[in-house]
């Protein structure tokens, strides 16, 4: 009896620490899709998020990469059903159900995703998962979720961490494989802990759609790109294939200038932040359409390395970014930090050493291909000095070949 009782324990302790576990492997680079939030907030339903997977196939982004449609905060009615505690879907806005929407979704090739929250309510205050961690998992696993983004609103005294492991936990036993994103904003620092809970976590909060500035919402703010950017240089260790920093959904095509559009879409990909479109892609212009689908910018991001880039020199104006790549190539990204047109004049001859890589650029050694990745056209090698005009807040990047002798 006693034996019995030891075995059913040793038992239950092994399934215990089984499924303490992520789904391991699928974000292997840098997520990539849409998400509602950050142009339609609450203004969502079923017919927009049908017409944005349909335009995903037609207009390109999927087959540039872009995988993943996920709605955000609003989506269900303000209370779970009384008898079940199930989450519900606001009848209104998708009067198919998630499960039909979802299915519609598969069926053009892409993935679907859902919000929810660690809380007791979602930040617009809809029912939040605590304390129903497993009954919402299987709910979605059951409509077909491939993706949950899970904020932090109205978690009162949780402890994010073991928040955050508990849903982890709780995809991992409903059995569907689904990507798993941290939305705390880096409160808890969750780059320290987020390796072995999701696939990646947001390192602030929300996104303005500026360069430089900070809106405040009372409690809160939000950040523009290079607050943002600024915030977190120094989590770079954290960052990699199945987890990443996630610098926030995109603005581009969100009322920004063409120029710093530009530069937000090139600075993610040197981050190598999951990629989510936040515009409106039914309204977009055609310079938008042919920034995000850039597919030389993008394999940038999703380059299989999986290195954040860095700020190597802040050098008259400019900012020289780089950025190691798989087969011993570098992106460098200049971007022109100030208010007016200037002219780069870069030597390429100069040491550059990534510390937490140890990979080092040695342009004098060796000669680099140059590749324009905005303007796709190459650019001659690094024998010569680089000298461009560039817009005020514009940028210009480069892939860097070794050319072999
Ligand atoms: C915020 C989150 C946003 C959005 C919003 C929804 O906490 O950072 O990206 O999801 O909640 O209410």
Same mark, same amino acid.
């Given at each position: 009896?006693?034996?019995?009782?030891?075995?059913?324990?040793?038992?239950?302790?092994?399934?215990?620490?089984?499924?303490?576990?992520?789904?391991?492997?699928?974000?292997?680079?840098?997520?990539?899709?849409?998400?509602?939030?950050?142009?339609?907030?609450?203004?969502?339903?079923?017919?927009?998020?049908?017409?944005? $997977? *349909?335009?995903?196939? %037609?207009? &390109? @982004? =999927?087959?540039?990469? /872009?995988?993943?449609?996920?709605?955000?905060? +609003?989506?269900?009615?303000?209370?779970?059903?009384?008898?079940?505690?199930?989450?519900?879907?606001?009848?209104?806005?998708?009067?198919?159900?998630?499960?039909?929407? $979802? *299915?519609?979704?598969? %069926?053009? &090739? @892409? =993935?679907?995703?859902? /919000?929810?929250?660690?809380?007791?309510?979602? +930040?617009?205050?809809?029912?939040?998962?605590?304390?129903?961690?497993?009954?919402?998992?299987?709910?979605?696993?059951?409509?077909?979720?491939?993706?949950?983004?899970?904020?932090?609103?109205?978690?009162?005294?949780?402890?994010?961490?073991?928040? /955050?492991?508990?849903?982890?936990?709780?995809?991992?036993?409903?059995?569907?494989?689904?990507?798993?994103?941290?939305?705390?904003?880096?409160?808890?620092?969750?780059?320290?802990?987020?390796?072995?809970?999701?696939?990646?976590?947001?390192?602030?909060?929300?996104?303005?759609?500026?360069?430089?500035?900070?809106?405040?919402?009372?409690?809160?703010?939000?950040?523009?790109?290079?607050?943002?950017?600024?915030?977190?240089?120094?989590?770079?260790?954290?960052?990699?294939?199945?987890?990443?920093?996630?610098?926030?959904?995109?603005?581009?095509?969100?009322?920004?200038?063409?120029?710093?559009?530009?530069?937000?879409?090139?600075?993610?990909?040197?981050?190598?932040?999951?990629?989510?479109?936040?515009?409106?892609?039914?309204?977009?212009?055609?310079?938008?359409?042919?920034?995000?689908?850039?597919?030389?910018?993008?394999?940038?991001?999703?380059?299989?390395?999986?290195?954040?880039?860095?700020?190597?020199?802040?050098?008259?104006?400019?900012?020289?970014?780089?950025?190691?790549?798989?087969?011993?190539?570098?992106?460098?990204?200049?971007?022109?930090?100030?208010?007016?047109?200037?002219?780069?004049?870069?030597?390429?001859?100069?040491?550059?050493?990534?510390?937490?890589?140890?990979?080092?650029?040695?342009?004098?050694?060796?000669?680099?291909?140059?590749?324009?990745?905005?303007?796709?056209?190459?650019?001659?090698?690094?024998?010569?000095?680089?000298?461009?005009?560039?817009?005020?807040?514009?940028?210009?990047?480069?892939?860097?070949?070794?050319?072999?002798?």
């Amino acid at each position: 009896m006693r034996l019995t009782h030891i075995a059913l324990v040793a038992a239950l302790t092994v399934s215990a620490s089984v499924n303490a576990q992520k789904f391991e492997g699928l974000a292997l680079t840098p997520t990539m899709g849409w998400n509602s939030w950050n142009t339609f907030a609450c203004d969502i339903d079923e017919n927009l998020v049908r017409e944005t $997977a *349909d335009l995903f196939v %037609k207009l &390109g @982004l =999927k087959d540039a990469g /872009y995988e993943y449609v996920v709605i955000d905060d +609003c989506w269900m009615e303000m209370e779970r059903d009384p008898q079940t505690m199930k989450l519900v879907a606001d009848h209104k806005k998708f009067p198919s159900g998630i499960k039909a929407l $979802a *299915d519609y979704i598969h %069926k053009k &090739g @892409l =993935k679907f995703g859902i /919000y929810n929250c660690a809380g007791t309510k979602t +930040c617009a205050g809809y029912p939040g998962t605590r304390g129903y961690e497993f009954l919402d998992a299987r709910q979605y696993a059951e409509w077909g979720v491939d993706f949950l983004k899970y904020d932090w609103c109205d978690h009162s005294t949780q402890d994010a961490r073991a928040s /955050y492991s508990i849903m982890r936990d709780a995809i991992y036993a409903a059995g569907r494989p689904m990507v798993f994103n941290i939305c705390e904003w880096g409160d808890a620092q969750s780059w320290e802990w987020g390796g072995n809970v999701g696939h990646s976590w947001r390192v602030s909060g929300d996104i303005a759609r500026c360069w430089d500035c900070q809106e405040n919402y009372g409690g809160w703010a939000k950040l523009g790109l290079w607050p943002i950017i600024r915030l977190r240089g120094d989590i770079r260790k954290y960052h990699g294939p199945d987890h990443w920093n996630d610098f926030d959904m995109l603005e581009v095509g969100n009322g920004m200038s063409p120029a710093e559009d530009r530069t937000h879409f090139v600075m993610w990909s040197m981050l190598a932040s999951p990629l989510i479109l936040g515009n409106d892609i039914r309204k977009m212009s055609k310079e938008t359409l042919e920034l995000i689908t850039n597919k030389e910018v993008i394999a940038v991001d999703q380059d299989k390395l999986g290195v954040m880039g860095f700020c190597f020199l802040n050098d008259k104006g400019f900012e020289v970014w780089v950025k190691p790549l798989d087969n011993n190539e570098w992106a460098v990204a200049f971007v022109n930090m100030t208010e007016q047109k200037r002219t780069l004049n870069y030597d390429w001859n100069r040491y550059v050493k990534d510390s937490l890589t140890n990979r080092e650029l040695k342009c004098g050694e060796t000669t680099y291909k140059l590749r324009d990745l905005l303007a796709k056209k190459d650019a001659g090698d690094t024998s010569k000095a680089l000298v461009r005009e560039v817009e005020s807040h514009d940028v210009v990047v480069f892939r860097l070949s070794p050319v072999k002798k």
